[in-house]
């Protein structure tokens, strides 16, 4: 996605004819659009697949946090199936859990949160370890659901120093 309604539509219009099974789409960054604008803007895009929707809260990058109010819009659509949560907030991620966590999955977005949030209710992880450390972040998921939280953990904290380098700050 991009801050861009229309092109993030027609990308996601491209994605899913090539065979995406849903599209992962951000806030629109520098926009920062209003509650209507936001909700508008995921709408588009859902409707323009007519794939799920999962959306991509990462304040830190786009300048806005997707408000309860555009969630529960969004979620009385049904066009959202989830929502990859990056604010590095737990409270945040357990109130969605629990206002929306019967509409819609919630996956973490930040590595170093992986084992946290798996452990209020997070679906799993939509991954930046995982491109460089796949079977780490598998493993790390599996064993959690599995019930073998201890192993989950080893693997998580094991993880620890390549999480802080990919999200070292760079010049």
């Given at each position: 996605g991009t801050n861009d309604t229309g092109f993030s539509a027609r990308l996601s219009r491209l994605a899913c004819r090539e065979g995406a099974d849903a599209v992962l789409a951000v806030v629109?960054?520098?926009?920062?659009?209003?509650a209507d604008g936001m909700t508008g803007?995921?709408?588009k895009i859902a409707e323009?697949?007519?794939?799920?929707?999962i959306l991509y809260n990462v304040p830190s990058r786009t300048g806005s946090d997707i408000p309860d109010a555009v969630l529960e819009s969004l979620c009385k659509t049904g066009a959202v199936c989830g929502i990859?949560?990056?604010s590095g907030s737990v409270s945040r991620a357990a109130r969605i859990i629990g206002r929306y966590g019967k509409y819609i999955d919630l996956y973490s977005g930040n590595d170093d949160l992986t084992l946290p949030l798996l452990s209020i209710g997070a679906k799993g992880v939509i991954s930046v370890l995982?491109?460089?450390a796949p079977k780490q972040t598998h493993d790390m998921c599996a064993e959690f659901f599995k019930g073998n939280i201890?192993?989950?953990?080893?693997?998580q904290l094991k993880a620890m120093p390549l999480i802080e380098a990919?999200?070292?700050?760079?010049?």
């Open positions: 629109p960054y520098y926009n920062r659009p209003t803007h995921f709408l323009s697949c007519g794939r799920p929707l990859k949560e990056a995982s491109n460089v201890e192993a989950s953990r080893r693997i990919l999200f070292s700050e760079v010049n």
